[in-house]
């Protein structure tokens, strides 16, 4: 049973940082790109980042490019999101994703964990 579990979202004030986490278990980890979705409230869920399987290549949303870094551990299978500059429209739960093989941009994820909550106050 394949598990995707996020952790180190939070309530943080704008221009702070936070740290996000998400253990994968039940797959082979290094044999999927991983990515970060977040969906806030009253909107739709949206791409925040991504990485290859090796984590040579990684891929951001405009909107988070240059504040947000994606990187991963393939010996602890776990995935971070480092958010930096943080500002009050980043306010959304954030999503952890598996997709098997290469990142494709627009692909759709195999698996989806269940969401951490990131709330920045202004």
């Known amino acids: 049973q394949v598990q995707l579990v996020e952790s180190g979202g939070g309530l943080v004030q704008a221009g702070g940082s936070l740290r996000l986490s998400c253990a994968a278990s039940g797959l082979t980890f290094w044999n999927y790109a991983m990515g970060w979705f977040r969906q806030a409230p009253g909107k739709e869920r949206e791409f925040v980042a991504a990485i290859s399987l090796s984590g040579g290549g990684s891929y951001y949303a405009d909107s988070v490019k240059g504040r947000f870094t994606i990187s991963r551990d393939n010996a602890k299978s776990t995935v971070y999101l480092q958010m930096n500059s943080l500002k009050p429209e980043d306010t959304a739960v954030y999503y952890c994703?598996?997709?098997?093989?290469?990142?494709?941009?627009?692909?759709?994820?195999?698996?989806w964990g269940k969401g951490t909550l990131v709330t920045v106050s202004s």
């Open positions: 994703a598996a997709r098997r093989g290469r990142y494709v941009s627009g692909a759709a994820m195999d698996y």
